[in-house]
T-cell receptor, first 111, second 112 residues
Framework: SQQGEEDPQALSIQEGENATMNCSYKTSINNLQWYRQNSGRGLVHLILIRSNEREKHSGRLRVTLDTSKKSSSLLITASRAADTASYFCATEVNRDDKIIFGKGTRLHILP | DGGITQSPKYLFRKEGQNVTLSCEQNLNHDAMYWYRQDPGQGLRLIYYSQIVNDFQKGDIAEGYSVSREKKESFPLTVTSAQKNPTAFYLC???????????FGPGTRLLVL
């Protein structure tokens, strides 16, 4: 059951530029999370934003949530080579429910 | 060094064979999860367990089985009924009712 869908599917930018990726979802949610996955590795949790929040920051990460448009964006500022990875959004529809992952955005930082 | 371990890193399955993937955590988490990831795809939930001796089917449970006899361990068996088992398998855990999941490094299953 697909809930979140990331856009774009792939993104290549120069090191030092900002990277923005988006996530759209279909039903109302309790919270939305972003995870990072380096090639061939497990996922790492980046940030969680609740349905009553509009923006959160964590280091070089900025996440926004627009519940009226059912969408979220993840901004990575001053990108680095180490940011090359796939980024997934995951939504929790109801409290204590399982979370549903999107298909991800593949980010490639060019030297 | 707390975390989740999965073994083996690579696993080869022969036709008609059952294979078991190991997942262990020392985070004292109540809930554990198994996901399947195909190339270029997101994660699909196979099974999850929120408490010892109890587990629920996810979206793609057919051809898989699990057990949860201990809090720290949640092994996944890929049975011969799973006709397309080649994939990357990820195990995760969280606190009971927890929102954030912590992932292991994954096991890549290949069919000979």
């Amino acid at each position: 059951s697909q809930q979140g869908e990331e856009d774009p599917q792939a993104l290549s930018i120069q090191e030092g530029e900002n990277a923005t990726m988006n996530c759209s979802y279909k039903t109302s949610i309790n919270n939305l999370q972003w995870y990072r996955q380096n090639s061939g590795r497990g996922l790492v949790h980046l940030i969680l934003i609740r349905s009553n929040e509009r923006e959160k920051h964590s280091g070089r990460l900025r996440v926004t949530l627009d519940t009226s448009k059912k969408s979220s964006s993840l901004l990575i500022t001053a990108s680095r080579a180490a940011d090359t990875a796939s980024y997934f959004c995951a939504t929790e529809v109801n409290r204590d429910d399982k979370i549903i992952f999107g298909k991800g955005t593949r980010l490639h930082i060019l030297p | 060094d707390g975390g989740i371990t999965q073994s083996p890193k690579y696993l080869f399955r022969k036709e008609g064979q059952n294979v078991t993937l190991s997942c262990e955590q020392n985070l004292n988490h109540d809930a554990m999860y198994w996901y399947r990831q195909d190339p270029g795809q997101g994660l699909r939930l196979i099974y999850y367990s929120q408490i010892v001796n109890d587990f629920q089917k996810g979206d793609i449970a057919e051809g898989y089985s699990v057990s949860r006899e201990k809090k720290e361990s949640f092994p996944l068996t890929v049975t011969s009924a799973q006709k397309n088992p080649t994939a990357f398998y990820l195990c995760a855990s969280s606190t009971f009712g927890g929102e954030t999941q912590y992932f292991g490094p994954g096991t890549r299953l290949l069919v000979l």
